[in-house]
């Protein structure tokens, strides 16, 4: 079965500081998507990244990054040099690509980032 | 480009009293979804189309929820009777298209719903 495990609940850092965020996925197939999306307290969850399961190459996208090892079932999110701006719950998902699959989200139960000033 | 519309923002209703919610997706994507989130949890599926017709609804609570994207644009949620348990966020959200490749998805703010 499909599962998306963010174990850690909330963080709270210190600006500037650095911080991961955690997600642990599990499925069957061989084909899958991850995404991260963010969820600032307006509610509208907005798209981070989508990787297919074929590229474990890190991504770095600005003050963002992401690692990707498919031996530990693992995607997980640094934000370096954190900004109060970066406060926001956020969310790790997967779709699998089995055939006849539509696309659908599976979704973490999020992790809260708080960024103190 | 304009994002995914969503109405009303916010809503409170006695339980086994009727609402609905209206959302209107990116302009020509043709994948819609109807997702319930709970505080403190990750959106959840409740409903996809793709253009008019309905392509994944297994876990719509059929006897009390229903939604409807007649025309292929936009779309409605409604909920009769409501109970104190549908208290949450209603997010609708819209892709390019849907399929094993995994489109991303783009969501709208959300309607907050109180039941009480």
């Known amino acids: 079965a499909q599962k998306v495990t963010q174990a850690q609940t909330e963080i709270s850092v210190v600006e500037k500081e650095d911080v991961t965020l955690d997600c642990v996925y599990e499925t069957r197939d061989t084909t899958y998507y991850l995404f991260w999306y963010k969820q600032p307290p307006s509610g509208e969850l907005v798209f981070l990244i989508r990787?297919?399961?074929?590229?474990?190459q890190n991504e770095i996208s600005g003050r963002y990054s992401w690692n990707f090892q498919k031996s530990t079932s693992s995607f997980n999110f640094t934000i370096t040099a954190s900004q109060v701006v970066d406060s926001a719950v956020y969310f790790c998902a997967l779709s699998e690509a089995q055939r006849g699959s539509q696309g659908n989200l599976i979704f973490g139960k999020g992790t809260k980032l708080s960024v103190k000033p | 480009e304009a994002g995914v519309a969503q109405s009303p923002r916010y809503k409170i209703i006695e339980k086994r009293q009727s609402v609905a919610f209206w959302c209107n997706p990116i302009s020509g994507h043709a994948t819609l979804y109807w997702y319930q989130q709970i505080l403190g949890q990750g959106p959840k599926l409740l409903i996809q189309f793709q253009n008019n017709g309905v392509v994944d609804d297994s876990q719509l609570p059929k006897d009390r929820f229903s939604a409807e994207r007649l025309k292929g644009v936009d779309s409605t949620l409604k909920i009769q009777p409501a109970k104190l348990e549908d208290s949450a966020v209603y997010l609708c959200a819209s892709s390019v298209g849907t399929g094993p490749q995994g489109y991303e998805q783009y969501f709208g703010p959300g309607t907050r719903l109180t039941v009480t």
């Open positions: 990787r297919n399961s074929f590229d474990e």
